[in-house]
């Protein structure tokens, strides 16, 4: 079974510029998560979406956003670029073990720069 | 305030001893389950292992075991038998069902020595 798939592996922009990075989640999942992962930092929680619903966002400005679509996949848009967005993106799907428990599987990331 | 709390920036451990990473977590939720991610060097996230706040038993998976002590709000990781593989950083989350989010710590890097 495919695991989570990210798309561009890697991806250089300049300040200013949009970004726009993509998900496939795990077959039979309708969760998908973003998070961004700042060199040598903890991840931080972007974005959640279910369904094709936006369910919950972290603490990032408006110009971080996203949508799912009806396969389940998903888009995180970034707009006016700045340098301190330089970080590795990680998306995560989820299936419910049992009730109430969502462990997320994670995808390789995708390395945005910044410059 | 922090959700997570991992106090280890750095950890070694020798070959085939074991070890335990800390983690304690914040949350007035009643409901709730914490997790433990292992990362490598490549960047992908490796899901290890699950408890779930009202789980009576303390999960194993493996080599690995979660020492969960609800009262102090602790969720330590053991890992038994270190590998020279098990070199990577490690975090603990938290899937807060009250906020309906996923929390995570900023990590533990454990350098397992031939």
């Known amino acids: 079974e495919a695991g989570v798939t990210q798309s561009p592996t890697h991806l250089i922009k300049t300040r200013g510029q949009q970004a726009t990075l993509r998900c496939s989640p795990i077959s039979g999942h309708t969760s998908v998560y973003w998070y961004q992962q700042a060199l040598g930092l903890g991840l931080q929680f972007l974005l959640w979406?279910?369904?094709?619903?936006?369910?919950n966002r972290g603490n990032f400005p408006p110009r971080f956003s996203g949508r799912q679509f009806p396969n389940y996949s998903s888009e995180l848009n970034v707009n006016a670029l700045e340098l301190e967005d330089s970080a590795l993106y990680l998306c995560?799907?989820?299936?419910?073990?049992?009730?109430?428990?969502?462990?997320?599987?994670f995808g390789p990331g995708t390395r945005l720069t910044v410059l | 305030a922090q959700k997570i709390t991992q106090t280890q920036p750095g950890m070694f451990v020798q070959e085939k001893e074991a070890v335990t990473l800390d983690c304690t977590y914040d949350t007035s939720d009643p409901s709730y389950g914490l997790f433990w991610y292992k990362q490598p060097s490549s960047g992908e996230m490796i899901f290890l292992i699950y408890q779930g706040s009202y789980d009576q038993q303390n999960a194993t998976e493996g080599r690995y075991s979660l020492n969960f002590q609800k009262a102090r709000k602790s969720a330590n990781l053991v890992i038994s038998a270190s590998q020279l593989g098990d070199s990577a950083m490690y975090f603990c989350?938290?899937?807060?069902?009250?906020?309906?989010?996923?929390?995570f710590g900023t990590g533990t890097s454990l350098t397992v020595i031939p």
């Open positions: 979406y279910d369904e094709g619903e936006e369910r």
């Open positions: 989350a938290m899937r807060d069902f009250l906020g309906n989010q996923f929390y």
């Open positions: 995560a799907s989820s299936l419910v073990l049992r009730e109430g428990a969502d462990t997320q599987y």
